[in-house]
């Protein structure tokens, strides 16, 4: 449903130019009862994409199948990968300027195998429970420095970029390289999950929820990090508050039972929202 096409064609099912991921007319069932119901959207380039909707809503669902986790029952995925670049070591921030000459080759992940290992590689992680996401045998370097291992990186180099990467979101390596999840804060995990996610400098990031399981206060510096983040990298981000998406997104869709209510940019549509349900989104919003 697209109440708005001529406010923002960039988020309607027109191809955009800058375009990283395009979901089309995607469906999803759970035995039988719909999950996600013909929803498409385009991700583009440096830009920021937030997916709101209450619990049970689709949301995890369609954010799966954008990244090649789940397979839909109907519909496609488009990666929009570097041509220059297909070993796929792009940089995020290469990737980040809109409207660059260099060519992209599309992709359907549906149908391509080798399509969908290069997005995955591509692309970064994080998930709503940190805690799930690290092994609670390794050290927040070890975690961190896994990702470049398997990709062939030299443990010493590894290391050292782990370490790079766990300061920029603001902890010492010295302090928490070392330490394993059982004695970090969920704040604490989650900026090693993000790290994680990070170090391998994804094109773009999934972040599903990434506040939700962490205490208020810690809530803040996981804002902070993501917020860095904004268009150096192009992020999907799922949340279930629309004062949060201003904080974190450029343009937002929101979903009610599996279905996408309204679209347009995060001003657009806390400004002037269409739909009933997004109104009661916006009235409940941490603004
Ligand atoms: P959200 O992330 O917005 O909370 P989900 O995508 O997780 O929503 O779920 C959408 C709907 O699909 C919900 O009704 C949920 O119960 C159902 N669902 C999700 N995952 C499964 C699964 N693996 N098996 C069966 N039903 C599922
Ligand atoms: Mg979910």
């Known amino acids: ?49 937030a997916v709101i909707g209450e619990s049970g809503s689709g949301k995890t669902t369609l954010t799966s199948i954008a990244l090649g986790l789940l397979r839909p029952d ?61 092994d609670p045998r390794w050290s927040a370097l070890r975690s961190i420095a896994e990702p470049l291992r398997a990709r062939g990186v030299p443990r010493d180099e590894a290391e050292r970029q782990a370490a790079q990467t766990l300061q920029s979101v603001g902890l010492d390596p010295r302090v928490y390289g070392v330490r394993l999840p059982m004695d970090l804060s969920g704040g604490q995990a989650q900026r090693v999950a993000i790290s994680r996610a990070l170090v391998v400098r994804p ?39 629309l004062g949060i998406a201003q904080r974190l997104a450029d343009d937002v869709i929101v979903m009610h039972h599996g279905e996408v209510v309204e679209r347009g940019t995060v001003a657009q549509v806390l400004t ?16």
Not at 106 to 130: F, K, N, T, W, Y
């Open 74 to 134: 109907s519909g496609g995925v488009e990666y929009y990968g570097d041509a220059r670049d297909s070993a796929g070591t792009a940089r995020a921030g290469e990737t980040a300027r809109a409207g660059e000459t260099a060519d992209f080759v599309s992709m359907s992940i549906v149908d391509d195998h080798a399509a969908l290992l290069r997005l995955r590689r591509e692309s970064g992680i994080v998930h709503q429970d940190p805690f799930a996401s690290l």
């Open 272 to 287: 002037h929202p269409h739909d009933p349900y997004t109104r009661r989104l916006i009235a409940a919003a941490t603004l």
């Open 203 to 241: 094109r773009l990031l999934l972040a599903d929820e990434p506040m939700s399981a962490i205490d208020v206060t810690a809530r803040l510096q996981i804002l902070d990090v993501l917020g860095t983040l904004r268009g150096k990298v192009a992020m999907l981000v799922v949340l279930h508050d």
């Open 1 to 49: 449903m697209d109440q708005n096409p001529q406010v923002n064609p960039q988020l309607s099912d027109g191809i955009a130019p800058d375009a990283i991921l395009r979901v089309s007319h995607v469906t999803k069932s759970y035995r039988g009862v719909p999950a996600v119901r013909d929803v498409s959207f385009t991700l583009r380039r440096g830009r920021s994409l």
